[in-house]
T-cell receptor, first 112, second 115 residues
Framework: KNQVEQSPQSLIILEGKNCTLQ??????????LRWYKQDTGRGPVSLTI?????NTKSNGRYTATLDADTKQSSLHITASQLSDSASYIC???????????FGRGTSLIVHP | GAVVSQHPSWVICKSGTSVKIECRSL??????MFWYRQFPKQSLMLMAT?????????EQGVEKDKFLINHASLTLSTLTVTSAHPEDSSFYIC???????????FGQGTRLTVV
């Protein structure tokens, strides 16, 4: 069964600090891995999408890494801002059916 | 990124009535659309996958006769919650993809409250 596990479940940091969110998956065959940011009561917004051959991809203060051998990904947020407070969701798509499997998300709270 | 519009953003309905939610891809043709529901502090749960012109594929445990999905065109999919009950109250979100393998873009979600 395809699974996506995220850690930590929740995280509280001070404004300006960096943080790293983790995603482990068992989806096979692998198609792509995406990180989304979801504000409360809103639809998810894409941050990065990575395919098998990509190791690192950045989008502003967000940097995602992918290790396809160990089936792990991380999302690093640099110089956090109050607006970064949201749920961050890791989504891995099956290369056969293309159906995405969602992680439970990491709830990030940035305090001033 | 591409724009996916969901309508309405929120709706309140009485028990026993039906509610239709629309999902439109505004600037691209979406061969595949996904429908999700999300309970508070939970992750998105895939309900069904629909391909344009075909019947939707429902996930295990999702009643296809209760959650009617229509994907008649490349830019529009609808989800109709029939005979709604209070336990159907949830956040419903759609996503659209050009071909099922490329990035899927999400709508803003619909908050359904059944009273």
């Amino acid at each position: 069964k395809n699974q996506v596990e995220q850690s930590p479940q929740s995280l509280i940091i001070l404004e300006g600090k960096n943080c790293t969110l983790q995603c482990n998956y068992t989806v096979s065959p692998f198609s792509n891995l995406r990180w989304y940011k979801q504000d409360t009561g809103r639809g998810p917004v894409s941050l990065t999408i990575m395919t098998f051959s990509e190791n690192t991809k950045s989008n502003g203060r967000y940097t995602a890494t992918l290790d396809a051998d160990t089936k792990q990904s991380s999302l690093h947020i640099t110089a956090s801002q109050l607006s970064d407070s949201a749920s961050y969701i890791c989504v891995v798509s099956d290369g056969g059916s293309y159906i995405p499997t969602f992680g439970r998300g990491t709830s990030l709270i940035v305090h001033p | 990124g591409a724009v996916v519009s969901q309508h309405p953003s929120w709706v309140i309905c009485k028990s026993g009535t039906s509610v239709k939610i629309e999902c439109r891809s505004l600037d691209f043709q979406a061969t595949t659309m996904f429908w999700y529901r999300q309970f508070p502090k939970q992750s998105l749960m895939l309900m069904a996958t629909s391909n344009e012109g075909s019947k939707a594929t429902y996930e295990q445990g999702v009643e296809k006769d209760k959650f009617l999905i229509n994907h008649a065109s490349l830019t529009l999919s609808t989800l109709t919650v029939t005979s709604a009950h209070p336990e159907d109250s949830s956040f419903y979100i759609c996503s659209a993809s050009a071909d099922g393998n490329t990035e899927a873009f999400f709508g803003q979600g619909t908050r359904l409250t059944v009273v």
